[in-house]
């Protein structure tokens, strides 16, 4: 039986079964702006000390991890995902958001799983979440990935 499903597995990865469908890039000159290392944020825990996003491109696949952390506490957020498309303004993710806020939720993490996007509007110089509405508390969130 071990050989049968060790066959179809290799099989599997053969026809690509298994494999992960390429991001969307309708915008080349945002899929290169978004590619790297970016300050990251959430409201909660700083606006002057920045938590890191790293955008990586393999095989046509993006993906974004990211985390900040607070400083002489608990709180944090986190980011990890496979991003789906690029425009020229915004982009789509799909994974997960916790966020763990002292005073939000009684101090326990949230965690949001799903399709994100990340949208620039006006001047601002960086990419905000557009579900800004925290599932686990009555809070708007605001998690900002900045322009390198």
Not at 46 to 57: Q, R
Not at 94 to 100: D, F, M, R
Not at 105 to 126: A, H, L, S, V, W
């Amino acid at each position: 039986m071990k050989n049968v499903l060790a066959v179809v597995f290799v099989f599997a990865i053969s026809i690509g079964a298994f494999a992960q469908e390429r991001t969307g890039v309708n915008d080349a000159a945002a899929g290169k702006k978004l590619l790297g290392r970016h300050k990251l944020s959430l409201q909660w825990i700083s606006w002057d000390y920045f938590g890191l996003a790293t955008v990586t491109n393999s095989r046509g696949v993006y993906r974004i991890k990211g985390e900040q952390k607070g400083r002489g506490n608990t709180d944090f957020v986190k980011v990890d995902g496979t991003i789906k498309s690029i425009d020229a303004k915004e982009f789509v993710f799909e994974g997960t958001i916790v966020s763990q806020i002292s005073h939000i939720n009684g101090g326990q993490p949230c965690t949001r799983d799903g399709e994100f996007t990340f949208k620039i509007t006006g001047t601002r110089k960086y990419w905000r979440l557009m579900q800004m509405d925290n599932p686990c508390d009555p809070v708007a969130d605001y998690v900002d990935i900045y322009f390198r």
